[in-house]
C-alpha cells in the first residue's frame, strides 16, 4: 500500500483509504461536488469528487473504507487528490490497522506471547476457561486484538487492549516469581482477563467511543458477566462443568478489584494477595505508559507543564 | 410456645428451643457433663445436661432447634433448667421467627402487598422478570422472606430484607406520582430487585454473615450477575426471549448504582433519573430505619450520645 | 396580552413588555435612537426608539415595564418594533409572570395547598408561627409567591420557591405515614418554614441574584433569625407568648441543619429524626427536580453529557 | 482557706467544699451512711457521713457547696474526713474559683483589659452594642466570667472564655496595627463578640457540659442571634435605634465565619478581611493554648506521644 | 529618571528602560526593522528601531536593561518612541527596582529592622548561623533583598520575600511575649529563616518563575539543606562547630514543617510550640496580604466576586 | 547454640542470651533475687538470679548480651533457668541475628547481589556515589545490614531494609527491561539510595524506634541530606567533583518523591518517568510483602478479618 505521507504531486493514486469526513459544496458555477477528507495511520490528505453522483462512484459515508483511484495535485501550495473513480470497499480487503493509530509492537506476535500464557496456566478450570475465550471465541478474539484500552490517556489505539494486558501478565508473571505466596494460575488467569470487557465497553475504532453498556455498566462489571455466563453457560452456549465456585469467586473478584478503590470504580477493595498483585500490575503499567506517551509526544528537553495525571509539572530526564 | 421469659423456678417445660451454645464440662467428682444455653426470641436461659450420652438426648449442636423436657430450678438467684430429654427436631417443627429477631411487621402480609407491586407492573419483559423471581422461584422467596437487610445497622432481623425491599418500593411508587418524568415500570421492577442478592451476600439467620461471594462480589454485582442470568439462562435454567437490550442495561444500572457514590460500593453513578429516585428511597428509609431502631433501643428521654451513622449526638423530639 | 413570539409582520402593538437591554445609538446621519430589546415569558424582540426624547415616550430604563405602542417590521429577516409611544407602567398595572420564568403549576393554586398544610399542624405554638408567616405577613407572602427557589440549578424561576416548599413539605406528609416515630407538627412546620429566608437571600425576578446579606449570612441562619424575631418579637413586633424552649430548639435545629452536611453550609448535623427525614426530603426533590430540567432543556434521546450535579454522563429513560 | 491537698491525718476540719459525689450505704450492721466525696481545687478526699439523717447535717447534693466539720482520720492507709455537722452554704459564702479549674490570669483583671477595648471602640453603634453587653448585662458579665471557652482541649477551667476572647482580641489589635486596610473598630467587636454564646452553649462550672440549646443550635449560631436580639430588640428589650444594615451584616458574618472552614461549622467561609484576621486570631490562640497545656500537664523532656489536635507525636523544645 | 507614565508627545528621551518584548519586522518596502516595547515600573510604551543593525544601536535582547535615546511621537493615537540610539547598560548603571513590581516598603529600611531581630538572638550557635547568612554572605543578601515571596498570590514582587520574612518574624516576637512556653531564640531564628530557599526556588526578577531545583525539591527542602551546609560545612566553607544535634534538628523541623500540612508540601506536621507558631504566623501573613493585594487591585466598593484563595466571593468593608 | 525453644527440664545450659526483660525482688525471706527473661529468635524464658550481688554475675542490663551458666528446672509446669554465673559480653562475641527478628534470606548473600547492581551502574557520579556508600562506609554498610524497614507492618526485622531494597531494585531492573523511556543508571540509583536513611529514622534492634531526628525530620529529607553531603563534602569528608548539577537534582527528586503522595509523607509528587516507577515498585514491594507477612502469621484458611493496610477483611487463596 501507497501511504499518504509518501504521496507527492504527480502521482498517480489506486488505493484504499479510510473516509475521515466529506461535506457536499458547490463551485461558483453551481455545481455540486464533494469535499472529502481521506486518512490512513501515516496522516490525512485533501480530496475532491467532482462528480458526485456518477457511476463511477459508489455511495460512501464517513469511516468507509474506499478505494480511491485519481491523481495527486497542488492547489495552494498544499497536496489535493482528484478523484475519478471511487469504490466502496468491503471487510476483508483491506486491514483497518493501516488506517488507524496503531500499537508500536506487532499484534499477531503479541498475541502469540498471550496465547503462550494461556498456555501455560495448569489448573484445568481457569485454562479451559481461558481457551473458551482466547483461542475458540473467534469474533472476541478479533475484537480483542483491534481494541484500545482507553478512550484516551493511554494505549488508545488499535491493538492498546492487547498490549496492555500482555504488560500486565508479564509483570504479574514477574511477581510470581519474587513473592512465593501468589498462585500464578490464579494471578495469569486474572491478568488476562481483568479487561476482556473493555472489548464492549468502547466501540471499536475508528470510532472507540463509550458504548451504551459501558456507560451504563463498565467494562469491570461486564468482565465478571462474561466470566459468569462462559462458567454457567446461557441460553447460547454451554458453560464449564465442574468450576470450583471457590475459584469462580477468587477469578471474579480479582477482575471486580482491580482497579484498587472504591473510587475508581471497583466495588470492593482487593481482598487477595492476587487482586492486590493485579491492581498494582494494572496501575503501573497504565502509569508508565502514559508517562511514555507524553515523553513521545512533546519535543525539546525542557519542562513540559503541568500534566492532570501526574499532578505535576514534568519532565524527560536529562541524562544522556 | 412457653417463652423463656415467662419460666418460673419450678415450672416443668416441655418445648422447642434453639441452642445458642453448648460446651462440655465435668463435675468435681469427674462425671461428664453439658453446659447449654437456650434461646427463643424473648431471651436465654442456661441449662444442664447431667446425662450427655444417654438414650434420652438426641446427639446436637449449636444453633440446632430441640425439644427439651426438663424442670426449671433455681441457682445462685438464677433460673436453670434440668434436662430429662432432648430431641432434635427437624425444620418444619418450629417456626424460626419464634426464635430470633423478627421484622413487627408481619411475614406473609409484606409479600402479598409487594406481589401487588409485582402485578402492578405492564411491560411485559419487566413483569415476567418479577414473576420468575418473587412469584416462581420457590427457594429465592423462601430466603427473601428470611433474610435481614443487613448484619446490623439496620433491618437486622428476620423479614428485614422484605420489609425494606417493600418500603422503597412504596417510596419509589409515591415519587412516580409526584415526578412525571420517571417511568414507573422501570423503577418500581428496580425497586424490587435492588437487594435480591442481600439473600446471597449474608447467611440466613441465626449466623446472619457475610458470605464468601458476599465478601468478595457483594450484593450489588450479585444482582447483577441473578438478572443477567434470568434474562439469558444458564445451563440449567432458560432466560427471557427477546429482552430489549437497552432495558436491560437500564435496569442493571439501577441496581449497579443504588449506593449512589462510587466510595459506598457503586462502581457507576446514577445516569437516569430512575436510578436517582431509587438511590434516594433506599438511603431515606435506610436512614429512617436506623434512627426508628435507636430510638427503640434507649430508654430515657435524654441524649442518647454520638451516633456514627448520623455523626451526631442525637435524641428524639420531645414533643408529645 | 399578546406574546412576542405570536408577533407577525405588519403586527399593531399596544401591549406591556419588560425592557431587558437598552442602548443609545446614533444613525449614519448622527441622529440618536435607542436600540431597545423587549421582553416577555415567550421570547425577546428587537426594537427601535427613532424619537427618543420625544414628548411620545417616557423615560425608561432596564427591568421596567413599559406599554409600547407601534409597528412590527421585518429587517434582514428578523422582526423588529418600531416605537411609536412608550409610557412606563406602575406595579399593578401588569403580571410579572407573564414575563419572567415562571412555574408550571399555578402559584395560587399551590399557596392554596400550602395553607391547607398550615392548617393542618394541631400545636398551639407552631400554628401560631406557620399563621404569622404564612396567612399574616402580606409583603413575606408576597415575596414568597415571587421568589425562585435558587439562583441556578433548580426551580429557578417565579413561584419557584414556593414549588419546592410544597413538593418538600407533601413529601414529609408522606414520610410521616410511614415511620411512626415522626412527629407530624415538627416535621410538617419544619418543611413549610425550611427556606423561608430564600426571600431575602436571593432578590426577586428579574434580578434573582445574591443579596448582600444572602451572600453574608445566608438562608440557613436568615431562616433562624426569622422564627428568632416570630418567637420573641422585635422592636417592632410582638413575638408568641409562651413558646416552648424545646421546641423553638428543636425547629430551628430542623432549619439549620437541614442541607445534611457541613460542607454544604449546615452548621450542625440533623440530630432529631424530624431533621434527618427534612434533609432527605430536601435533597430528593432538588435532585429529581434538576433531573426534570435537564430531561425538559434537552432535545433528542442519546446521552446528554457530564451533569456536575450528578457526576455523570446523563441520560433519558428509553422505554416508552 | 485549708485546702484539700494540705490535710493530715488527725487534723479538725471545719471549711465549705464542693460534693463531687455522694452515695447511699449501709454497714455491716445495717446502719444506713453515706459516702461522699469532697473537692476543691487541690484535689479530692473521701468522707463518711455517719449520721445522715441527724439534725446535724443539712440536706445536700451533688455540686452542693457544704461548710464539713469533721475530723480527718486514716483508713487502710488513706485519709478520711469523719463528718460531725455538714450545712449547705447560699452563693456567696464561698469563691467558686476555690473548688474547680481555674484560669491562671486574675479574672477582674482581665476584664478591666477587655472594657479597656470595649472603650476603645469609636464607632457609636458598635461601642452601644459592646456596652449593652459587657458593660451593662450583669447576668451576661457574670456567666461570661465563669464559664470556660471549651468543654476540653484548651481553656477548659472557670475564666477560659474571658481569657480566649482577651487573648483574640489583643492578637487582632496587633493585626490592625500591622495591615492598614484592618477596620479596627469592625475587628475589635467582632473579637470581643465572636464567642459571647458559649455562656449559653456550654452550662457553667461544675457542669461545663453541652446545654440543649448548645447541642441543637451552636455558638455560632447562637452568637449571631444575640447580636440580632440586641440591635432589633425582643418583647423584653428594646434594641439599639438606627444601626446600620451593612455594619449588622458585616459583624454577624464575622461571627459567622469565624471556624473558618464548613466543616468545622461555620456556614459561610470569610468573606471581608476583618473575617478572615478574627478566624486566624481565635485559630492560633487555640492552638497555642492547646500546646501550652500538654506541656504543662506532662512531665520530663521526651517525645510526649501522638496527640490528636496535631497529628503528630509531640515534644517541649530542649532549648534551655 | 523619566518614566514612561510621564512621556508626552514631542519629548526628547534619554533614559535607561528594560526591554520587555523584541520582535523583528519589515516595512512594506521590505526594509527590517524592530518592534520594541520598552518597560520601567510605571508601565510600557512601544518603540520602533528603524536602523537596527546601525552602529549607534548595541545588540540586546529580551529583559536587558538598555539607555534609549529618541523622540516621543504619536501613532494612531497612540505614544511610540523612535529609537535614534540604545546602548546595552551593565549591572550597576540602573536600579532594578525602578523597572519591576516592587514592595511599598524600603527595602534597605526592612533589612536594617531584619538585622535588629538577628542580633537580638542570643544563643550563640544561631546567632552565628543567622550572622552566616544574613550578615556576610554578600551574594545570599543580594538575591533574599531581590526576591519575591511567591510567583503569584502575594508578596510578588521586588522585596518581596523581604516583606513577607519581616512580617512573619514580627508577629512570632508578638507571639513570644504572650505564650510563654515559646523558646524566643528558636522561634525568631525559625522565622527569619524559614524561605531563605525562595532565593533558589524562583528565578529573580524579571524572570520571576520556577528554577529547576525550585521544581524538583522546593523551597522547604532546600531551606533545610542551605541550613545543613551552613552547620557542617562543604567543600567550599567550613560550617559552625559544636553547633548542638538537638537544636539543629528543632530549626530544620521548624523550616520543614512550616507549611503546616503534608498535602501543603511540609514532609512533617509541627511537632514542637515554636514549629506550631511558625506555622500560623506564616500563614497569616500570606492570608492577610493576599486579601490586601486583592483590595489594591480593585476599584469600587461591591461584591468582587469568587476568589479561589478565600474559597468565597469577597468584599471590603463598607465601614468608613 | 542451644536455641531456647530446645531446652529441657533438667539440661545444663552455658550459652549467650539477650536480656529482655529484668527485675529486682525480694522472696518472703527478705532475700533480694532479680527476675529475669532470657529471649533468643525461637522465644523466651524466665530465669531467677538468686545472687545478683555475687562475684559470679556481671552487672547487666535490659538488651545486653549475657552468657548464662545454669540449670533448667521446672516450677509450676514451666521452664525456668537458675543462674549460677553471669557474664556480660562485648560485641562480637554474638550474632545479634541469633537473637533477634531476621530476614528470612541471608544478609550477606542479599548485600552481595545489591552490589552486583552498584557495579552494574555506569555513569560514574552515580557510581561513585554508590561505591562511597555502599562499598566504602563501613559504618553504614554494618547499619544498612542491621536495620528494618519499617517499626512494624512489614520488612520489620534485621536485614529488612537490606531485604526490600533489593526487591526494589530488582523490580525497577525488570521496568528497565520493559519501558525504555527509563534511564537504568538513574532508577537504579534512585532504588538503591530511597531509603538509606532509615538506618537513622529508626534505632538498631532491639530498641527499633523512632529516634529524634527520625521524628523531626524523616527518612526522606534525611536520605537528600546524605546524598547532598556525599556530593558537596562537609566538614569531615570531601564530596564528589564535578557531579552535574541536574543529575543531582534528579536523584534528589527521585528519593524526595518515591512516597508518591504528599500526604504520604513526600513533599513533592513525581515529576519525572523514573520517579514514578521507584513509587511504583517501593508500594508494590511493600503491599506484597506486609500481605506475605499477614498470610505467614495467621493460622487456617479462613477469612482474617479486616486488615487497615488493605482497608479489606483479606483471606489467602484456597487454589492448592
Not at 34 to 48: F, H, V
Not at 294 to 306: K, P, R, V
Amino acid at each position: 500500500m501507497r501511504y499518504i505521507k509518501e504521496l507527492k504531486e504527480g502521482d498517480r493514486v489506486s488505493d484504499i483509504y479510510m473516509i475521515k469526513q466529506k461535506n457536499a459544496a458547490t463551485t461558483k458555477n453551481g455545481k455540486p461536488y464533494d469535499n472529502i477528507i481521506l486518512q490512513d495511520r501515516t496522516g490525512t490528505i485533501d480530496a475532491k469528487n467532482w462528480e458526485p453522483n456518477s457511476a463511477a462512484t459508489d455511495e460512501f459515508d464517513v469511516h468507509d473504507y474506499v478505494e480511491i483511484v485519481g491523481e495527486v495535485t497542488s492547489f495552494n501550495g498544499a497536496l489535493q487528490v482528484n478523484i475519478k473513480r471511487a469504490r466502496r470497499c468491503s471487510e476483508g480487503e483491506y486491514d483497518a490497522s493501516d488506517y488507524l493509530p496503531v500499537s508500536p509492537y506487532d499484534i499477531e506476535g503479541m498475541y502469540e506471547e498471550l496465547i503462550k500464557f494461556v498456555d501455560s496456566v495448569k489448573d484445568q478450570y481457569l485454562n479451559r476457561l481461558l481457551c473458551m475465550l482466547f483461542k475458540e471465541d473467534v469474533e472476541f478474539i478479533k475484537k480483542f486484538k483491534m481494541s484500545s484500552a482507553a478512550k484516551s490517556v493511554h494505549h488508545s489505539f488499535v491493538g492498546g487492549l492487547l498490549q496492555h494486558t500482555l504488560a500486565v501478565t508479564r509483570m504479574c508473571d514477574f511477581y510470581c516469581e519474587r513473592y512465593e505466596k501468589l498462585n500464578r494460575d490464579l494471578l495469569v488467569t486474572a491478568a488476562l482477563c481483568h479487561d476482556i470487557a473493555k472489548t464492549n465497553e468502547l466501540s471499536l475504532y475508528p470510532d472507540n467511543d463509550y458504548t451504551d453498556s459501558g456507560n451504563f455498566l463498565g467494562h469491570i462489571v461486564m468482565g465478571v458477566e462474561m466470566v459468569d455466563r462462559a462458567i454457567h453457560g446461557t441460553n447460547e452456549r454451554p458453560g464449564i462443568e465442574g468450576f470450583p465456585a471457590v475459584l469462580e469467586n477468587e477469578l471474579k473478584h480479582c477482575i471486580l478489584s482491580h482497579h484498587g478503590e472504591l473510587e475508581f470504580g471497583s466495588p470492593k477493595k482487593p481482598a487477595i494477595m492476587e487482586a492486590v498483585a493485579l491492581n498494582f500490575a494494572d496501575n503501573t503499567d497504565a502509569k508508565l505508559q502514559t508517562f511514555t506517551e507524553i515523553l513521545e509526544s512533546e519535543d525539546g528537553t525542557g519542562w513540559l507543564g503541568y500534566k492532570k495525571n501526574f499532578e505535576s509539572n514534568v519532565i524527560a530526564t536529562r541524562m544522556s
